[in-house]
DNA sequence: ATGAAAGCGCTAACAT
DNA sequence: ATGTTAGCGCTTTCAT
């Protein structure tokens, strides 16, 4: 394997000259001498070892996104956007699947410490713990201090987010639909108490209610765990139970799709028994049927312009005060007004 | 930063010593002497630098695999099988998606290069293009070279894949329930021409065809691009066209996706007009409706098993002759007997 | 069982 | 404009 000094070798010049033509130094090389050694380079096809350059530099090219899980949509069109930015940059970028469980988040935080990674972009919310957010921050401080820097696209470890929609807003408008639909009594697919998140959203739907006079009944919130097989227990539960809601909205788009297929297994008609909306309008969102009527959030754009930020504040940037980007409502099919009211809901009995 | 010489100091012995402890090292060291550095590492929250330790030993514990895009729910279920097995054994996986770019892809390459990594996953067939080949190949043979392992979870570059799944076997068990149900003429909704997966689909497509003395016919083939959005313009040109078959057959499960949709935005019906099966099983099939029928393959336990299998070699252990993964038939509800023959296809006309 | 010292391959002062 | 050299932080002979 060749190195930079066998590429010097071979152009006649010192490790240092070829060293500033191949490393983007601003200092000065004869256009002569860059040549021979871009020859040089090219003849060995040499590679420079970017461990030796860390170490020397101490910068890696190398940022991580830390993700719940990978599989899930809302995740992967996020890390895309992460990565797609970062491969405009030269960069590379590595995911980090924490499964929502506290040792293996603080495992990759470690990790990554090690590595001497540029960046982290955390883009879920974080774990509702005082002694694992110590222990997040301690970790995150010594990522700082080795000139690293964070970013957030979800608040995380009581850090605010940098890049950040509206849940406040985004509940509002699902809840805007359903009342204007005529609905009245609306319930709630709750995601993991653990999960800040799921805290937020929850809490944003009982505002949203409010500005209507209305509540959020113990009785109409289930749990749906913010996963497609939680939406669809959640399903059977409000099915079996005797939940007046005419209409739910769900914490997140997997558990709304699975909570909509529960339902329809059970017989009962999604939008005419039973009106549902999503949160985050992840990609399967219009190819499940109905296709689910939802809140839209820029995932995607979330990702890139995390990315952005993490790349400004590497330049040695200020850090800008919280990007806010505007969710809209994307209504398709899962929403329609309420059954009459002396009619029982379909397939309940 | 602390640094291993902090820690040696700390401890009061030398940094010779200390790494000994730290790295794993075979090499005796007396109790006592090990505790005291332990504790020195407690108290400075030291984390060795791997950048250094990569650049001692020649080893980063860092692997990629390599995706066309981690959207695809393809791809995502494969790379969480990598990282779940790379993380059991303290590795770090990145990922790299090519977009099925050639320039990307060896973009990529160069860069995994340059970062020493130990392994390099191939999680879909390459182009089928004779220099990119030769461009790829070239960049393996540095990356072997320096140590690194190479790992294909489908044909890739000429290389045969270590880890593989039968797709001939696969098309067969699809067609024959097809045959089973009564069908005669049975389309197919081909994959990217560029991709060598979408060629050995297609192959295996008439193979099994023929096994029943069953062709396809020209006229049948449609181009469902390995997407969603592919599947449902060929639905359209589907339904536009004059195409006898009752059935169709997708090079995947996003293009069998995508063709339903398409179907049903123009009103035919699936199954009773038209059955279709796709191939891959992921994750979504089951929760479209109707839910597809499709062949199923351990996407999951490919990342797994590609991962050990790059860890064994990394160890030393020569390469296995590749492992084939049982392929079977995930009947849902895409597929039925086909329409009686006098009547016309619904929705046509 | 411990330590001294020579790298690993690159960059960045500091000369010239 | 080019070269010399001292690190970057760790591992690993080779001594002791």
Redesign the interface.
Known sequence: ?PSLQDVAALAGVSSATASRVLSGSLHPVAARTRQKVLDATKAL?F??????R??ARNR?Q?VAVLVH???D?YF??I??GV??EA?RH?F??????TDRDAD?EL??L???????IDAILFTAGGLRDRTHRRDVN?QLA?IE??GGVIVRLAPHAGGKPDIAYSNRRGLALAVDHLVGLGHRTIGFLAGSRRITTSAERLASMRLALASHGLELAKTTIFDGDFS?AGGEQAAAKFVDSDCPATAMVSANDQAA??FV?GL?ARHVVVPDDVSVVGFDDI??CA???PPLTTVHVPLYELGVHGMRLAFDLLAGKPRPKPHEFPVELAIRSTTAPPPHRQHTRGGRS
């Open positions: 394997v096809d590679e420079p070892n970017m461990l030796a860390g170490l890696t190398t899980d990978i599989m949509e992967s069109e890390a895309r990565e797609d491969y030269g590379v970028a590595l995911t980090c699947n293996r495992y990759y470690r990790k990554l410490r090690a590595m001497q301690r010594q201090a080795a497609r799709i699975g297929r329809r990609a399967p190819y499940v049927e």
